[in-house]
């Protein structure tokens, strides 16, 4: 049989794990629901009034939310040709003779990303709505979305087609300290280097191209 006070220090110890606990709950309880509120007004932005043609989109962005809307930017960007495979059987069997005309399709796609285009105000209000136009649209290979800031100033991205926004990063451009820039053994200072050679790369091949041309 344990002494009593063995058992009087493990009872304080249990007690004590027991309190950390509840406060771990708790934290975790209003770190949820923090994030469900972060989420609510996101969640109330939407498409509406999709209209398709073989060449365009056209939609409206709806917020249905108490709050109001920024920065809102339509884009369009190219597919990986895995992904348009991927896209074309979660919705049906996909043929071996049906990847030829993918591949014709996907390359006749402009690549990278495009800003479809500015607006004169940017902005929603709450239970207001903007149109949208997705020009040169390929249903197949692109990808359709709008950016917009929140009224808490998180960035999100509503993708065409789906129904709920997810939460993206900021734009930036990569910014370096004189530190990185002279001290050759941090990381900043690589990606530093293989920024500017990359730029000089580009410069000598567009010089070369303006040679050719005046030659």
């Keep these: 049989m344990f002494p009593v006070e063995i058992w009087g220090t493990v009872a304080a110890w249990v007690g004590s794990v027991g ?8 934290a ?8 469900r509120q972060e989420r609510a007004q996101a969640y109330q932005v939407r498409f509406v009034s999709i209209d398709r043609t073989d060449s365009s989109v056209r939609a409206k962005v709806v917020n249905d939310s108490d709050r109001p809307i920024y920065d809102i930017e339509p884009r369009q960007t190219r597919l990986s040709f895995s992904e348009v495979i991927e896209r ?9 003779s049906e990847i030829p005309e993918l591949l014709r399709e996907w390359n006749e796609t402009p690549g990278g990303m495009l800003q479809v285009h500015a607006f004169d105000t940017a902005h929603i209000a709450s239970g207001g709505e903007l149109p949208v136009v997705f020009s040169t649209y390929h249903a197949r290979t692109q990808n359709c979305w709008v950016r917009f800031r929140d009224a808490n100033g998180r960035m999100w991205s509503l993708v065409l087609d789906t129904h709920q926004p997810i939460e993206t990063k900021e ?3 990569q910014q370096y300290s004189w530190w990185d820039i002279v001290n050759p053994k941090t990381k900043s200072a690589r990606i530093y280097r293989t920024h500017v050679k990359k730029i000089e790369r580009l410069a000598k091949q567009k010089r ?3 040679k050719k041309k005046s030659d």
């Design 88 to 96: 074309e059987q979660s919705r049906r069997m996909v043929e071996t």
């Design 208 to 210: 070369l191209e303006q």
């Design 171 to 173: 734009d930036y451009r």
């Design 19 to 26: 309190s950390v606990a509840s406060l771990a709950t708790a």
């Design 28 to 35: 975790l309880y209003y770190r949820s629901t923090v994030k």
